[in-house]
């Protein structure tokens, strides 16, 4: 029964985060509350509290589970993979939406773009970000010096190619939301990957 009690929490937690992200995309920072995210989910703000201390902590809680998943598929992989199509493939399962989502579709991809642009200019939520941001590295570090038998204390490689994913996936998002390119993230993802793994190969 723990086990299902744990996904029972898990599932709550990625909904809340999916719905914090989804709302204050829609309507702007200001004009979502707590009680709106949780009633989104069907939950009580106080059930949100045992979850999230802050709308900010259950934003960044999307991008730092997603980035948790991400090591999680790379260290459980095919063994004889190469390391960056891994990296490649583990990365773009991450943008599939989940079980939470689906009775949120999404909107089109200009008017997504366009609320995320002004979420992720919220001076509040920049903090949360670097700091998921930061565990998230850590572990896709550790996750790769697993799976090139490499030693994380003493090799500099996979803290390198950890940092150049987590940068070359900021990068691919912020161009994502500034619209520039039209192009979505499934796109814009592996190209930027691409890119990096060209000057980091596998030693």
Known sequence: MSGLRERKKEAT?????WAAVR???????????VED??????????TYNNYFSSKAEAIAFRHLERSLRLAAELRHGPPGEPLWEAITRAALRQLEPGPEVEHMPPQGPDEWAAG??????EPALEAEMLRAGKIAEKELAAAIADRTGMNLGTDLYPRLVA???MAASNVALELFVQGGTGEPMEVLLPR???MVAAGLPTP
């Open 13 to 17: 937690r990625a909904a809340l985060s």
């Open 23 to 33: 709302l204050t995309a829609e309507r702007g920072w200001s004009a979502v509350k």
């Open 37 to 46: 995210i949780a009633a989104a989910v069907g939950v009580s703000p106080r």
């Open 116 to 121: 995320l642009r002004v979420m992720l200019a």
């Open 163 to 165: 940092a150049s994913v």
């Open 192 to 194: 930027a990957l691409r």
